[in-house]
């Protein structure tokens, strides 16, 4: 029994960053990352679940904004500066594998301050498991109001929950336009660093990416897997105003 553990130990690869993109200059939401839930930040937040899976040497926020760097001198937390001309958190992540290297990178969307360690856990697990693969994080829809959402991008995969398609759009849905079933993608990823570097990828918007606004879609459209991992349906993408209203509820509610 005590070979066999040794033997599963061995297998694990822990040679991993978490990254935190963050950017201040959101276009719904300005300064987003800075915004306070219950006494705190909203990108600390993020970082305090972050660390809890790995500890703080293997955190990381990528920005390219002082406030935020600023910020993170304030309470402590890692951080890289990386280009203004980043188009998105995927780039910043591409950046940072280009000077810090790592066999793969944990992407954590620094607009989700109820982020689960334990799905970060679960994403990192299947990372082990599926080494050649992309990862990436969903979790059943409850809620009518939100499949119909186009700010909720939904997944449909096939029977190995492989990735097939991501869409601001309802669906799958039935003839009669009709909710039956359906899972929304949670923002966290596990890149490879040979994916993130040599595909051609950085500040490269592929031509579906830029119409849904959904960054997997470049990896998918490059012919790349994405294997989806179910996890739980705490999380909460603050992309507007009522988002972080909800939010802080949640949070004093908590308390």
């Known amino acids: 029994m005590a070979l066999l553990k040794l033997i599963t130990m061995s297998r694990k690869n822990n ?20 915004l306070k839930i219950f006494g705190k930040t909203m990108l600390n937040r993020v970082w305090e679940s972050c660390i809890k899976v790995s500890g703080k040497d293997k955190v990381l926020v990528a ?20 280009s203004s001309k ?16 790592r066999t793969f990178y944990i992407n954590v969307q620094g607009d989700e301050p109820l ?8 994403i990192i697990k299947s990372y082990n498991a ?18 119909r959402n186009i700010n909720v991008p939904k997944i ?6 492989n990735l097939l398609y991501i ?7 039935t003839k009669k336009k009709l909710f039956k079933n359906a899972f929304k993608q949670v923002c966290i990823y596990a890149f490879p660093r040979d994916v993130l570097t040599k ?10 990416e830029a119409v849904e606004d959904i960054e997997i879609l470049r990896f998918l459209e490059k012919g790349l897997k994405v294997k989806m991992v179910k996890l739980s349906n705490k999380s909460i993408a603050v992309d507007t105003l009522r988002d972080l209203k909800k939010v802080r509820k949640i949070f004093n509610a908590n308390a």
């Open 199 to 208: 595909n051609n990828l950085f500040n490269k918007k592929s031509k579906l």
């Open 15 to 34: 040679n991993y960053l978490i990254i935190i993109p963050a950017r201040y200059d959101s276009t719904r939401l300005p300064g987003k990352p800075l």
């Open 115 to 122: 982020v689960s360690p334990s799905d970060i856990k679960k």
């Open 63 to 82: 920005t390219d904004s002082d406030k935020i760097a600023t910020h993170c001198k304030e309470v402590g937390m890692n951080f890289l500066m990386t």
């Open 167 to 173: 869409s601001r759009s309802p669906i799958p849905i």
């Open 86 to 101: 980043c188009k998105t958190g995927t780039d910043r992540v591409i950046e940072v594998s280009k000077k810090i290297k």
């Open 130 to 147: 599926n080494r050649s693969y992309i990862i990436n994080g969903m979790s059943k829809i409850d809620f009518e109001k939100d499949f």
């Open 156 to 161: 449909v995969t096939d029977n190995d929950s």
